[in-house]
T-cell receptor
Framework: EPEVTQTPSHQVTQMGQEVILRCVPI?????FYWYRQILGQKVEFLVS????????KSEIFDDQFSVERPDGSNFTLKIRSTKLEDSAMYFC???????????FGQGTRLTVV | AQKVTQAQTEISVVEKEDVTLDCVYE???????LFWYKQPPSGELVFLIR??????QNEISGRYSWNFQKSTSSFNFTITASQVVDSAVYFC????????????????FGKGTKLSVIP
């Protein structure tokens, strides 16, 4: 069964460092997303990506964040200069269309120290 | 703006009891989609069900059932004869069909209900 895969599963980084979180969405899907979940809290939308551009982003997704789909398969989230409050689980998701469910990857736990 | 409310933060039941998880949503859209996801202790988000706004038929899948009522903007989830493996956080989510940004259709999640099933 096709699935969304994320790497790494856990990343520890020092405050101020850049991190790149990687995702491989399901191959025939058209809509791609990043969400984050601070420990014990709800899942929050960061950004959606469609037709090779950002289609919507939340207030959380400030200038420190960027996304790319460089080669038609990978979908990356970059945080330029990490802060302690960026520590969270980051989920990548993809959907085939608006009337379909979103499939989530297993998540990357980012710890900023 | 879309909003999902799960008023129950935590529920504990004894194994084999039935339990209902509540979900109330707000949307200005006439076309929208509702979802339930399960997050077990291992952390991944597991899709359980999708419902579109035009289909109010209730659904049953094994021990799981869902009650969608547009009149009360609710999409409740019932687990019958709960088992220890049902222990998880359950999230209700909403995706708008028209008012979402073009090419977005992002999901808005509720805060989740943590279900503990005690043996």
């Amino acid at each position: 069964e096709p699935e969304v895969t994320q790497t790494p599963s856990h990343q520890v980084t020092q405050m101020g460092q850049e991190v790149i979180l990687r995702c491989v969405p399901i191959s025939n899907h058209l809509y791609f997303y990043w969400y984050r979940q601070i420990l014990g809290q709800k899942v929050e939308f960061l950004v959606s990506f469609y037709n090779n551009e950002i289609s919507e982003k939340s207030e959380i997704f400030d200038d420190q964040f960027s996304v790319e789909r460089p080669d038609g398969s990978n979908f990356t989230l970059k945080i330029r200069s990490t802060k302690l409050e960026d520590s969270a689980m980051y989920f990548c998701a993809s959907r085939a269309g608006q009337a379909t469910e979103a499939f989530f990857g297993q998540g990357t736990r980012l710890t900023v120290v | 703006a879309q909003k999902v409310t799960q008023a129950q933060t935590e529920i504990s039941v004894v194994e084999k009891e039935d339990v209902t998880l509540d979900c109330v949503y707000e949307t200005r859209d006439t076309t929208y989609y509702l979802f339930w996801y399960k997050q077990p202790p291992s952390g991944e988000l597991v899709f359980l069900i999708r419902r579109n706004s035009f289909d109010e038929q209730n659904e049953i899948s094994g021990r799981y059932s869902w009650n969608f009522q547009k009149s009360t903007s609710s999409f409740n989830f019932t687990i019958t004869a709960s088992q220890v493996v049902d222990s998880a956080v359950y999230f209700c989510a909403l995706s708008e069909g028209s008012y979402s940004g073009a090419g977005s259709y992002q999901l808005t999640f509720g805060k989740g209900t943590k279900l503990s099933v005690i043996p």
